[in-house]
Structures are given as C-alpha cells and as structure tokens.
C-alpha cells in the first residue's frame, strides 16, 4: 500500500489543523493505521493508532483529548484532528500502516514504529507561540 500524507502548516498556537492521509489499493481495511511524528533533534513517536474497522483507537497519553484519529474506509483516509496546538507539537507528522490486525483473535495496534509496515512520505506542522 501507498501512503499520501498532507495537511501540515504554519499555525500559531491554541489553532487546529487536520492531517489526511490516502492509501492506495483496495485493502485499506486490511491495516491497522496510525500517525507517526519526529520533532528536529528527536527520535520518531507514536501518536496515534486506530483498527482496521475504525473500532479502537489508542493515544500517546499525553496527546489524548486533544488529537482524534479517524478513518474512512470508503475513501481510503485517515486523518488527526489536532487542537489547541503548542510548540511542542512542531514535527513533521508520518502516517503508517500495518498488515498485523488481530493478536489472539483480538484488536492489535502498536505504538513501535517497527511495527508498521509502510509509511507516508510526511507532512510538516509548525506551530509558532
């Protein structure tokens, strides 16, 4: 599968802005997605997870209630509505996708970026204060 991130800009703080990102082919509901970010300097973190059927959704925990992932699987998207931005949040932002769905006939979703198996080419957000 093919990933197309977009979205990312300038902003100042406290805005909102929503990342998407499209997947090609048609077993989009094959994989479990997830939004990926790498801040200058920093290593990659997880942000945010969600199952093939859009069911369960994880967060970094600091993140959560703030950011919203979702999905489309009509149209092969994903998005991050982020809110309330910060400095902090300044990173280009990857979305990924997995082929591991279940684990012991349960939902998986990871926060390793390992996990994943292909990866969008990253959409830059800078949030100024």
């Known amino acids: 599968v093919q990933l197309q991130a977009s979205g990312g800009g300038s902003v100042q703080a406290g805005d909102s802005l929503t990342l998407s990102c499209v997947a090609s082919?048609?077993?989009?509901?094959?994989?479990?997605m997830a939004w990926f970010r790498q801040a200058p300097g920093a290593e990659r973190e997880f942000v945010a997870s969600?199952?093939?059927?859009?069911?369960?959704?994880n967060y970094k925990d600091s993140l959560e209630g703030r950011f919203t992932i979702s999905r489309d699987n009509v149209k092969n998207m994903i998005r991050l509505k982020m809110n309330n931005l910060t400095p902090e949040d300044t990173a280009v932002y990857y979305c990924?996708?997995?082929?591991?769905?279940?684990?012991?006939?349960?939902?998986?979703?990871?926060?390793?970026?390992?996990?994943?198996?292909?990866w969008g080419q990253g959409t830059q957000v800078t949030v100024s204060s």
């Open positions: 082919g048609r077993t989009f509901t094959r994989y479990t």
């Open positions: 990924a996708a997995a082929s591991r769905t279940t684990i012991f006939g349960s939902d998986w979703s990871s926060t390793k970026g390992t996990q994943y198996d292909y």
């Open positions: 969600i199952t093939p059927a859009g069911t369960s959704t």
